[in-house]
């Protein structure tokens, strides 16, 4: 029996009895069925509420109605060490020039590094992603020979971080954009097309240079076919493939977001575009198969790029490399973008860019590439 059907069961006793109980007794009873009808109408209302809003189950605002318990709701928390931050290495070793379209971003000389990051490791960055810039006459040319040169920017900044920070993870991008002539990510045919062979095996020798210069992780975004399989084998032959993380920008989308980072690197193709090896933005079952590809290769860590836009990508990943990292490149484009509404006054800068790696976080990422990781150094202190 409920409880209202109980105080409705007392009032009907109640109200039968009253003609036959003496005046004393009359007037207790009386009192009781007052409270009792004060409870049948308290509980009233209350079921009342809860009908008109849903079911109990349908009450909600008490398991997040503090700040601390706001927090418990996210499946993944944001912290220090799910951030890379991207470093652009120039050859000119005293070089500090800022990127006009990539605010507070640098491209830096080997010399300026250690003062740059010294204050960032100091505040717990935990992890960098080097590309190279070579800017020296004849740096460039058909087959992106300087990617593995040992007094490259990259291999000397590798040498100098793990010697500098030894607990920095350096992880070092892999392409050949930066230092081909023509600007694409690998070599290319009399026709201007990709030849995929050629390029995989280019490819695979930088990456292998990087690993065996020490960088803890190498990561290829070219995004040429079966260069995670070749890469690996080469790293299994060298008798380092047990000490040295394979990211592989698996999913990588072509798209209008890439300009800042263009502007940075030096790596705008000369001719043309990257269509034809870079996925479709609206390509989801290509991404699906890329990711599904290159972990049966090998690949340890599998990355999405660009990230906001594709977080539908990001899910997918973690549902296909459910045991697998998914690292996720919030790229210059996005950045830039929420840097620049900020400035116009649609949001603030700080809210919005946290708001961004939570929507990245929940897709299902454990790792972002962020420009932003000098800030949120800061920022998750507080």
């Not at 308290?42 to 927090?71: D, K, M, P």
């Not at 290319?188 to 030849?195: E, Y």
Request: glycine share 8%.
């Amino acid at each position: 029996m409920s409880f209202s059907t109980l105080v409705s069961d007392i009032a009907f006793r109640d109200r039968d009895t009253h003609a036959e109980q003496p005046d004393e007794r009359r007037s207790t009873m009386s009192r009781m069925s007052r409270t009792a009808s004060y409870a049948r109408s308290t509980t009233s209302t209350t079921a009342t509420s809860v009908s008109i809003s849903g079911e109990i189950g349908s009450q909600l605002h008490g398991g997040y109605g503090h700040s601390l318990t706001r927090s418990w709701q996210a499946e993944r928390q944001l912290t220090k060490a799910m951030l890379i931050y991207p470093l652009f290495i120039s050859d000119r070793d005293d070089e500090e020039t800022p990127i006009p379209s990539l605010p507070d971003q640098h491209r830096r000389g080997i010399s300026k590094i250690i003062p740059h990051l010294e204050p960032l490791v100091r505040k717990g960055l935990r992890s960098v992603i080097l590309f190279g810039v070579p800017l020296a006459p004849g740096a460039k040319d058909a087959l992106g020979t300087s990617a593995d040169d040992p007094k490259g920017p990259v291999i000397q900044a590798i040498r100098l971080l793990r010697a500098r920070f030894p607990s920095l993870y350096v992880t070092a991008d892999v392409c050949l954009c930066e230092y081909t002539s023509h600007g694409h990510c690998g070599i290319l045919r009399d026709d201007g097309s990709l030849n995929n062979a050629l390029s995989v095996d280019r490819i695979s020798d930088v990456a292998l240079a990087y690993a065996e210069a020490g960088a803890h992780c190498v990561a290829p975004s070219d995004m040429n076919d079966g260069r995670i399989r070749a890469i690996k084998l080469k790293l299994i032959d060298a008798g380092i493939a047990h000490r040295v993380t394979l990211m592989s920008y698996a999913a990588k989308f072509s798209g209008c977001l890439y300009g800042p980072f263009r502007d940075a690197a030096g790596s705008c193709p000369s001719f043309g575009d990257r269509k034809c090896y870079q996925l479709p933005p609206g390509g989801r079952g290509l991404a699906r198969r890329a990711i599904k590809r290159d972990i049966e290769e090998g690949a340890d860590i599998i990355m999405v790029k660009p990230a906001s836009a594709y977080l539908d990508i990001i899910s997918d990943a973690k549902e296909i490399g459910k045991d697998l990292p998914i690292a996720a490149y919030q790229v210059s484009g996005e950045f830039a973008m929420i840097h620049a509404a900020a400035q116009a006054g649609v949001f603030d800068m700080k809210e919005m860019a946290m708001e961004s790696m939570a929507g990245i976080l929940r897709a299902g990422a454990t790792i972002v590439v962020t420009y932003w990781t000098p800030q949120m150094l800061d920022w998750l202190e507080t």
